[in-house]
């Protein structure tokens, strides 16, 4: 089905789950719309984009000469940072603040598989800790990650352990966006890590405007950004969009049934649903 030339996409489907990658995370069953082909749709979609991706590259390469020298110059460059990240085991280490969250979890597994010894730095275990995080944090340290347990008001313990490690990703949940001010400031004194990575996953947001309610959660990662860069410290700003899976439930409750909703804006607008891969 497609709307405006957009597969729109309804989400009660295994073929979503397996797309995403995560197969815990429950997706209800009331359905929007059945559509049965959408995985296929998405497919296809997927590549109809990545043909158009190539036709612009092509289209600018041709206009602009330099263009494909530019590319060309950047891709060493790509390759040259790659190669100065590597240790001398050939494998950069890696601190990863919220490694027990939601996507988290993936990145410290997919840190591991990859090969980079692999830290985590998590919140002290109390009496509230559920038995489900001690379990992770368990299996963490099975497959060979390094926990350290800490506060993010520890700086010197903060200075300590980033002295030690090559990169610094951030995947801290969307309340703690600001605390990462205290992860720049070690980082700023450590002095030697060579990419940070905070926590954004989520819109482009320094190219979109959403209405207020959406632009506050918004600016507070910007803010980050901007302390990032004054900071001096190299940076990669992962933009993921919106993972529908997440999303879903957490924003439309399909699950639910509500006697009252709330509309934002004009409540003229259709609600559509778009999933693009790229
Ligand atoms: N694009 C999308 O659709 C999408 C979806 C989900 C998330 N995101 C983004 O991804 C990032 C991570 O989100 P998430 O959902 O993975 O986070 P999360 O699971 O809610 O939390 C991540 C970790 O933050 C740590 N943390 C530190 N201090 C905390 C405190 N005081 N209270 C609670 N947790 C604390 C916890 O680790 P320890 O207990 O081990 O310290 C926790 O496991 C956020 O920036 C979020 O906006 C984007």
Redesign the pocket.
């Known amino acids: 089905m497609e709307k405006n030339g957009f597969p729109v996409a309804f989400i009660d489907s295994e073929p979503i789950q397996k797309l995403f990658r995560f197969p815990e995370t429950k997706l209800h069953r009331q359905p929007f719309i059945k559509y049965k082909g959408l995985e296929e749709s998405l497919y296809i979609y997927i590549e109809r984009e990545r043909e158009r991706e190539r036709e612009r590259e092509q289209i600018r390469g041709d206009q602009c000469p330099g263009h494909k020298d530019r590319e060309r110059e950047r891709d060493r460059e790509r390759q040259r940072e790659r190669a100065e990240m590597e240790s001398s085991e050939g494998k950069c280490k890696i601190l990863i603040?919220?490694?027990?969250?939601?996507?988290?979890k993936y990145m410290v597994k997919a840190s591991i598989f990859l090969g980079h010894p692999t830290y985590?730095?998590?919140?002290p275990p109390t009496a509230k800790?559920s038995p489900s995080?001690i379990d992770l944090?368990h299996e963490f340290q099975a497959m060979g990650v390094s926990i350290i347990h800490g506060e993010?008001e520890e700086h010197e313990k903060l200075v300590r352990l980033i002295k030690q490690v090559d990169v610094v990703i951030s995947?801290?949940?969307?309340?703690?966006?600001f605390?990462q001010l205290k992860i720049i400031d070690a980082i700023k004194v450590a002095d030697n890590v060579k990419r940070f990575l905070p926590?954004?996953?989520?819109?482009e947001e320094d190219r979109v405007n959403p209405l207020p309610p959406f632009q506050q959660f918004l600016e507070k990662?910007r803010k980050i950004r901007r302390a990032t860069e004054e900071a001096g410290i190299p940076y990669t700003f992962v933009s993921?969009?919106?993972?529908a899976s997440?999303?879903v439930n957490y924003l439309l409750n399909p699950h639910e049934i509500r006697d009252n909703i709330n509309v934002y804006g004009s409540g003229k607008a259709n609600g559509i649903l778009i999933i693009v891969f790229s």
């Open positions: 603040f919220g490694g027990s969250g939601y996507l988290g985590v730095y998590s919140r800790t995080k944090l993010l995947v801290l949940a969307y309340p703690q966006v605390e926590s954004d996953f989520g819109c990662k993921a969009n919106c993972f997440y999303f």
